[in-house]
């Protein structure tokens, strides 16, 4: 730390108990009381710097030569005066940044002017204040920290602005070429010890770290309206945004505990200290709650500023604190900007109201939830073109909105053990993700399985309801299989699972049956351009071969869906018997059989191609040996 030392007398101040001796030699004749201490000094050399003391002691000057004087108000109290006693006499002292805002301020209070003496304390002050303080951070931000205790003096003398501005001007330039040493050759020279060579002498500073966030730690050691000040001011010089949100998620961090669910002991952005600096005490629950509505003002609301789990922990303790709505609406809109980028465990967020009807906040999910859409909206990620075959083609959002669907239906199959959830509120949810942000509706199909599960006396009405919200056509086979023997879903349900399984089995071997056409027609294509009548045999048997094990495979699967639908059918036709309903019987008259007879008629098409295949290479074998004899 920079200092200016004045004065070059030796020091003749003793203290006894409350009160300062200056032994001179010559009897005291003015006690001036600041405080609880009392100063027994001399009048000339106290009204031969001051005009506020001038007149003081020729107004308690009376008959009797001994005066006494009250002085209040001065700023920084019994510590300061007695540095500017010691100046008064001429007293060796020292001028640092941690004193020079108190005696500029008591300097002014004191009317310490230069018509009371060539270079009086303010011209002193002043002077080290401009040259030397305001030209290093460090000093900057110490003065400036000062500023605290006496911020109506200091604000009328400008200094606090002064200092901030200084803050600001160097946190948007290089470190380097305020008060530290200077890089060389890409890195700085360093002694054995570690500390940066300057010219060849240590320095005992250590090197600094010149990225972007070098400040960061320094500029949390303020405290929270000096902080805002500083942060405003930086704004004002263009300060990139990003920049600025770093600052509050590291003083946030520092003075909000609790943020992380899990924080390591190792953690570099975490701090051990939980208060200010000046206060040496933790934060009051309302001191945090003030200082959480005081970064929601400060930080945009803008997408990718800070990480996403931050905002969560900001969002948590906002509930925990008792934060205005407004203070929770704005956390939850800029987790909805990006909640593509959340995890699971973000969203799982207890609920803290007081009526605890359910265990976790299910309606704040709901609210970012609908801020995202609102967002993928206005980006036009809500409409996607579909081609003919109405198959989505992609745009920009559809990815992000697709990673939410999924993380949705995570959160879903979470939340669904809660016997408190109620189905409207878990059907909103659900169905408030667009049908097109699900590829595959696998994982909401999970969500019903448990919520179905863990709420077995909803009523068939309500099962039903419940699983209209997925859609049988986008279920894959894994999930066909495992709802065609669901005993908890509807029966509607599971004939509606066995219908298009078997209808996009059908698909998937008629495609393999054109593919096997098509592989024949290119196979000849080229064996005629190549003339290599060798080659082209070898090549027609091993692809031959790769399709009749494809369509093996194919026939064995038909085969296998064939029994469980027939296993099925009599499970439902005794389940039919003992409830004294023919719901089976109408529904085997409209699917049963008609199913039956297009797997049977899959089975013919593909042993048909099978033979038609082989015809296929017989014909071409008895061609390739006609043009060898020839």
Not at 283 to 297: F, V
Not at 303 to 313: H, R, S, W, Y
Not at 401 to 420: F, H, R
Not at 464 to 493: F, G, V, W, Y
């Amino acid at each position: 730390m920079a200092c200016m030392k004045l004065g070059s007398k030796t020091d003749a101040f003793q203290r006894q108990g409350q009160a300062w001796f200056c032994t001179t030699g010559l009897p005291s004749d003015v006690v001036v009381e600041v405080g609880e201490m009392s100063f027994h000094l001399h009048k000339f050399p106290l009204l031969s710097r001051s005009g506020v003391m001038e007149r003081l002691i020729a107004e308690a000057s009376d008959e009797e030569e001994k005066c006494s004087i009250c002085l209040p108000d001065i700023p920084g109290g019994a510590k300061t005066f007695e540095l500017v006693a010691k100046f008064c006499y001429g007293v060796k002292l020292e001028l640092t940044a941690s004193n020079v805002v108190y005696l500029r301020c008591a300097a002014e209070h004191l009317e310490m002017t230069e018509e009371y003496g060539e270079s009086n304390l303010i011209v002193q002050t002043e002077t080290f204040l401009n040259q030397v303080v305001l030209r290093n951070w460090k000093d900057s931000l110490r003065a400036l920290q000062t500023c605290d205790d006496i911020i109506s003096y200091a604000d009328e003398l400008n200094i606090t602005k002064r200092c901030i501005e200084s803050l600001a001007m160097k946190a948007s330039t290089d470190p380097n070429l305020f008060g530290w040493p200077m890089m060389e050759h890409g890195g700085p020279m360093q002694s054995p010890g570690g500390s940066v060579l300057w010219n060849g002498i240590s320095t005992g500073a250590k090197p600094k770290n010149t990225s972007s966030d070098w400040w960061y730690e320094d500029a949390s050691n303020l405290s929270l309206p000096l902080y805002k000040r500083l942060i405003s001011v930086m704004e004002s010089r263009g300060i990139r945004q990003e920049i600025i949100a770093g600052s509050l998620t590291f003083y946030a961090k520092r003075y909000l505990p609790g943020l992380y669910r899990r924080q390591g002991a190792n953690d570099s952005n975490s701090s051990t200290c939980l208060a200010p600096v000046a206060s040496g005490a933790p934060l009051s629950e309302e001191d945090q709650k003030i200082l959480l509505e005081e970064i929601d003002r400060l930080l945009p609301i803008q997408k990718g500023l800070v990480p996403t789990k931050f905002l969560f922990g900001l969002l948590r303790t906002a509930m925990i604190l008792r934060a205005s709505p407004s203070c929770i609406s704005n956390f939850e809109k800029r987790i909805g900007l990006q909640l593509d980028k959340a995890t699971l465990e973000d969203l799982l967020m207890p609920n803290f109201s007081y009526s605890m009807e359910t265990l976790y906040n299910v309606d704040c999910v709901q609210r970012i939830l609908e801020h995202f859409l609102a967002m993928d909206q206005i980006t036009g990620g809500a409409s996607p073109c579909s081609a003919d075959d109405g198959q989505i083609i992609g745009s920009p959002s559809l990815t992000p909105i697709t990673m939410v669907a999924k993380l949705i239906d995570g959160y879903l199959a979470e939340v669904a053990p809660d016997v408190n959830l109620k189905l409207p509120k878990f059907q909103a949810l659900a169905a408030s993700v667009p049908d097109y942000a699900r590829p595959l509706d696998d994982g909401l199909y999970r969500a019903i399985d448990i919520y179905l599960k863990s709420h077995p006396w909803l009523s068939e009405s309500d099962r039903e309801q419940l699983c209209r919200l997925m859609d049988c056509q986008k279920l894959s086979l894994e999930a066909c299989t495992h709802a065609a023997q669901n005993e908890r879903l509807p029966l509607r349900i599971v004939v509606q699972v066995l219908f298009f399984e078997q209808l996009q089995l059908r698909t998937s071997i008629a495609g393999c049956f054109l593919v096997s056409d098509n592989l024949d027609g290119s196979r000849q294509l080229r064996s005629g351009f190549t003339g290599s009548t060798e080659g082209g045999w070898a090549s027609a048997v091993r692809e031959n071969q790769v399709l009749k094990v494809g369509m093996d495979n194919m026939r064995m699967r038909v085969s296998e869906l064939e029994k469980e639908c027939s296993n099925m059918r009599q499970e439902i036709e005794k389940l039919g018997r003992v409830k004294g309903s023919s719901t089976w019987g109408n529904v085997s008259k409209k699917f049963g059989f008609k199913l039956k007879s297009q797997m049977c008629s899959a089975q013919e098409d593909s042993v048909s191609n099978q033979k038609n295949g082989s015809g296929k290479i017989e014909k071409l074998k008895g061609k390739a040996q006609e043009k060898h004899k020839s």
